[in-house]
Structures are given as C-alpha cells and as structure tokens.
C-alpha cells in the first residue's frame, strides 16, 4: 500500500532562516508526490509537485522540494522564513491505480519573529 | 471567480439527525471528493466520485453517503450512523482522474455534536 510520512508534528524556525519540512514515502513504481499548505479554518492550497525529471521542484511563494529517489524522501524547502509561512504543510503521493490522494498526516510550521 | 464553494461553514448535529454539507464548483472539474480532517490524523477520503452518476468509497465512508447527480455537486450526508462525526469536512475536486493533476479545495464545514 502506498503512503508518506511526516515525521515532525511541528517545525519551528527563526524568520530569514532556512526551513525544512521533512516527508518520506512508500509507493511502488514511479511517485507523483505534492505539497499543499493549509492556513487556519481554511482549505489546502497547492504549493508543489513532483511528477518526473528535474529532482529540485519550485513552487508557490518561494517554496521548492527536493525528490530523492534512494532516500524516498520529498523534502519541503525555503531559503529564507517569513512569519506569514506559519501553516500547517501536507505531504501527498496520488495512487495511479484508483487515483486517490493519500495525505500525510500534516506538519505546523511555526516562524518565529 | 472559479472555485470550490462549501456550506454551511458551521454545522450542528443533534444525536440521531442526518445532516447535508453542500459543496459546489464552477471549475468544470470532473473528479470531486470528500475528506475529513482531525487533529494529528491528516486527512481521511471518505468518499470520491470521477464522473456524474458514479461514486466510490473512500477509506472512512461507514456512516456517510453521497450523490453526483450533476457535474458541479457533490454533497455528503452524515447520517445518524455516523457515531463520532465531529470533524472538519473538506471538499476537493480535479480537472480529471489524471495522476498528474492537482487537487483544488474548498474552505472546508466545521461540524459539531450538540
């Protein structure tokens, strides 16, 4: 069965420091794999997503992840934090057999002032 | 403006009652589905449909139902089965079933046991 996994329930980060929010995953085959941030009492919104080629995505507002095939690892990146970055982050791999989004079980980011 | 539209964005249920969340799109989208959300746990598809008049179930879909009778519906009913619906109800749908295609959501219905 295909899933990923975030290991950190909560990252907190001083702001214009570097972020990292770590997601691995299990699929067989080829992953398609997402971001998405969810601001308070909101919906998800799409930052990324890795489907094939370059292993350094970029997305929505300065964010990027790196897939790493031999890791299975989808790791979310920022150069630089700013306060309005604290959100909850979800890490999703699709199914190519049913089609389903399978979520990770959600990460907060906290950037410090 | 194009997106996903949920109501109520509050709801309360009394003890034995089955309750309607309504989500629609105007994003011509083919695929809609339904997510529930709790703390620590994710989110949970509880039910998702691909095309009108087709649906499936979710991994969570005990105790709730759905229809697609239209291509820009697709509303859940938590019925009185459902022993522990309180939870955060997010509605989503994608241009088609492609793998590759991002999921759009709506702002999400907050439901509550009275």
């Known amino acids: 069965a295909q899933s990923v996994a975030q290991p950190e329930d909560q990252v907190n980060v001083a702001e214009g420091n570097p972020l990292t929010v770590k997601c691995t995953y299990s699929v067989s085959g080829n992953p398609y794999l997402f971001w998405y941030v969810q601001y308070p009492n909101r919906g998800l919104q799409f930052l990324l997503k890795y489907i094939t080629g370059d292993n350094l995505v970029k997305g929505s507002y300065g964010f990027e992840a790196e897939f790493n095939k031999s890791q299975t690892s989808f790791h979310l990146k920022k150069p630089s934090a700013l306060v309005s970055d604290s959100a909850l982050y979800f890490c999703?791999?699709?199914?190519?057999?049913?089609?389903?989004?399978?979520f990770g079980t959600g990460t907060r980011l906290k950037v410090l002032a | 403006d194009g997106g996903i539209t949920q109501s109520p964005k509050y709801l309360f249920r009394k003890e034995g009652q089955n309750v309607t969340l309504s989500c629609e799109q105007n994003l011509n989208h083919d695929a809609m589905y339904w997510y529930r959300q709790d703390p620590g746990q994710g989110l949970r598809l509880i039910y998702y449909s691909q095309i009108v008049n087709d649906f499936q179930k979710g991994d969570i879909a005990e105790g709730y139902s759905v229809s697609r009778e239209k291509k820009e519906s697709f509303p859940l009913t938590v019925t009185s089965a459902q022993k522990n619906p309180t939870a955060f109800y997010l509605c989503?749908?994608?241009?088609?079933?492609?793998?590759?295609?991002?999921?759009?959501f709506g702002s999400g219905t907050q439901l509550s046991v009275l």
């Open positions: 989503a749908s994608s241009l088609d079933s492609d793998p590759n295609e991002k999921l759009f």
């Open positions: 999703a791999v699709r199914d190519k057999g049913t089609y389903k989004y399978i």
